[in-house]
Every structure is written in structure tokens, then in C-alpha cells.
């Protein structure tokens, strides 16, 4: 099957950004001298405006607030559930200077788009935080609750378009679980996925979709000022700060967590790793970044090294079963 010329220019914009992003980050990784003390890139795999990004921004706060690092920066290398962003990582083997922001949605990536790059090929850093994912509709939908949605849903399945992330992200992961628990088929659904929860929250607003699934912050805003009603959300108990039911609370069995975390490129020494470990470990104690904890409504879950690391393997296992579960993969 041919690809459409629409699809080909946009194939090549994600990759000209790629490319120049990369293109960037290799300059700033030139300069003699350098070391993440003293300069630290972060990749953050997907547009701005979404969780990743988020995470990146509220990292780069917190290691400026209390002088981590001299200058850390924030790159945007957007697609394909973030496997473009960990494989530019992997092509800067040996250099400490950059590392990517990583969390669920990639695991989910690298199992869709068979990468040839995987987090096994990173050195593990550290795991930050936990975020948690939420349907919600427009204001104006006729969906006043879950319940109203998954009746409508179970009806027309492929005739209501659900907006999110990356395929076999978890946004798409939690809108598998949740029709596979309503008996709806998962391959039936009408999933349209977009690079970033600022582009999911346009989409839902513009009634491409009808319903949008993506972290609680990418909509915080529009819930907070009534321009979109939360329908429930994804975690195995109700979450502080989170004035909204849980999909357990409604009777379905969806609880999938996005965590958040840090990885560094392969081949890097193993002082460049307790380097970076120890910048991890120091921004998380930062008021700063406490602070972006409580305000993101976020969960502590903090590991390092070696142990972020057995997580990882773990962790990706686990979301490549369900994915065959759901018949996504």
C-alpha cells in the first residue's frame, strides 16, 4: 500500500525536527570541557505542551533553582511514542551530557514500532514520579458520566473517536483496558492518536474527538475552568488533589499508571553514571521540585540505578503482554 503524499510531508517534518534537534544537541556536546555539571540537555520525546514535556520543564526548574547544574536545557524530539527521541539518545554513546526523559508511553512505543532502540540499550538514572491518566469530554458533550459514554461506546464502538497519545502509549493502553472491560472489542475502537496532549486537548475542543485520554495535567486548566468534564480516572485508589472518581471506583478494572523517569546513552562511564544519579538525587530533594510533585498532583515513587533499572525490565514485559492482550501488538 502507497503512502499519501500528506502522510510523506509529515513523516519528513517529524523528521527534519529530529533532525535539527539532534543536530543541537550534538554542537552543544562539542565543546571541550563540557560535563553535566556543567551542562545538562534534556530530550523530551514529544511536543511541548504534554506530560513529558512537563516533567522536562519542571526538571530544568529545579536543577536551576538551586545551581545543580549551570545550564540545563530542554530539547523536543517529538514521535512514535518517543522511540525517535531514545533512538537520537542512543546515537550519543559515551556522552553524559544528555538524557532523555522516559516513562510508560515508551515502553508501549518500543513494542508497537518493533525499535531497534530499547531501554535495555540506556543506563538507567533514576525513576521520579508517578502520573495518572483521565478521560474527559467537552462541556457541551451529551456524555454526562462514564457510564454515558460507554453506552454509546458499546453501540457504535468505532463511531465515537477517542483522542490520545502514541499508539501504544498509555493513553492507548488505558482505552483498550477500558473497552476490553465494557466488552468491547479493543481493535474495534476508533483510536486517533497525536504527539502531545496539547494537540489531544485541541482536538477534543475542535469536536475531532469526542472523548480524549491523556495525563490529568495536560487538561488541569480546562477542567479547573469548566471547559471540559472529567469522567474518571486511572488509578488503583483516588489520588489527592484529584477531585474526580476512579475507573475502580465505577466498577473497571483500569489502574495503568504513566511513571516518569531518566536515562543516559549507553557506553557513558560508570562516574559519568554516579554523576548523573547524584544530579537526579539532588534535584529531587530541591523545594522545587517537591513542590512540582504537589502542584502535578503527582505520586513519589523515586528509584535509582541499578534499581530503576530491574524495574524497567520488568516494567517493559509487563506492558508488551498487555498489549498482545488487547490485540495491539
Do not use: C
Not at 502531545?196 to 475552568?225: C, M
Amino acid at each position: 500500500m502507497g503512502v499519501s503524499p500528506t502522510l510523506s510531508r509529515s513523516l519528513l517534518a517529524v523528521a527534519v525536527v529530529a533532525a535539527v534537534a539532534v543536530a543541537g544537541i550534538d554542537a552543544s556536546n562539542s565543546q571541550s570541557g563540557s560535563d553535566a555539571r556543567s551542562k545538562l540537555t534534556m530530550i523530551a520525546p514529544a511536543a511541548a505542551g504534554g506530560g513529558w514535556d512537563l516533567v522536562a520543564r519542571e526538571a530544568q526548574q529545579a536543577l536551576r533553582s538551586d545551581n545543580i547544574v549551570n545550564n540545563a536545557q530542554v530539547v523536543n524530539v517529538p514521535g512514535a511514542g518517543g522511540t525517535i527521541g531514545l533512538s537520537q539518545l542512543g546515537s550519543l554513546a559515551g556522552q553524559p551530557t544528555t538524557v532523555l526523559i522516559t516513562g510508560t508511553v515508551m515502553l508501549g512505543g518500543i513494542a508497537i514500532n518493533n525499535s531497534e532502540t530499547t531501554l535495555a540499550d540506556t543506563v538507567p538514572i533514576a525513576k521520579l514520579a508517578e502520573d495518572f491518566e483521565v478521560f474527559v469530554v467537552p462541556k457541551d458533550s451529551p456524555y454526562q458520566n462514564l457510564e454515558d459514554m460507554i453506552a454509546a461506546w458499546r453501540a457504535n464502538p468505532g463511531g465515537l473517536p477517542i483522542g490520545g497519545g502514541s499508539l501504544g502509549g498509555i493513553d492507548h493502553i488505558v482505552a483498550g483496558q477500558l473497552a476490553q472491560e465494557a466488552d468491547i472489542d479493543p481493535a474495534a475502537i476508533n483510536y486517533i492518536a497525536y504527539s502531545g496532549g496539547g494537540e489531544v486537548l485541541t482536538a477534543l475542543l475542535s469536536n475531532t474527538v469526542g472523548v480524549a485520554v491523556s495525563g490529568y495535567n495536560d487538561f488541569r486548566d480546562q477542567i479547573e475552568a469548566g471547559n471540559v468534564r472529567a469522567l474518571a480516572v486511572a488509578a488503583p485508589e483516588p489520588v489527592d488533589g484529584i477531585d474526580v472518581e476512579t475507573f475502580v471506583e465505577l466498577g473497571y478494572d483500569v489502574d495503568l499508571v504513566n511513571w516518569r523517569g531518566i536515562v543516559a546513552p549507553p557506553g557513558i562511564s560508570d562516574e559519568d553514571r554516579e554523576t548523573l544519579i547524584a544530579i537526579a538525587s539532588e534535584m529531587h530533594d530541591t523545594e522545587q521540585w517537591q513542590g512540582a510533585v504537589e502542584r502535578n498532583r503527582w505520586k513519589e515513587s523515586f528509584q535509582t540505578g541499578d534499581e530503576f533499572g530491574d524495574f524497567l525490565d520488568t516494567e517493559q514485559a509487563r506492558i508488551t503482554d498487555i498489549l498482545r492482550e488487547l490485540g495491539l501488538v
